[in-house]
């Protein structure tokens, strides 16, 4: 986790919880701030 100036960059760490249905609906946004995506 990251303050968000480092949102984007390498150091930075998304962590998306939460119902599928919510996570669907924003994974579009998620994707352009993500560098590298995992999926569980």
């Known amino acids: 986790m990251v303050y968000p100036a ?3 960059t390498p ?3 998304i ?3 939460g ?4 996570f669907q609906r924003c994974e ?3 994707r352009l701030l993500a560098t ?3 999926e569980d």
Do not use: N, S
């Open 15 to 17: 962590l998306v919880a």
């Open 36 to 38: 590298i995506y995992l």
């Open 19 to 22: 119902p599928a249905v919510t």
């Open 28 to 30: 579009p946004l998620v």
């Open 6 to 8: 480092a949102i984007g």
């Open 11 to 13: 150091e930075a760490t």
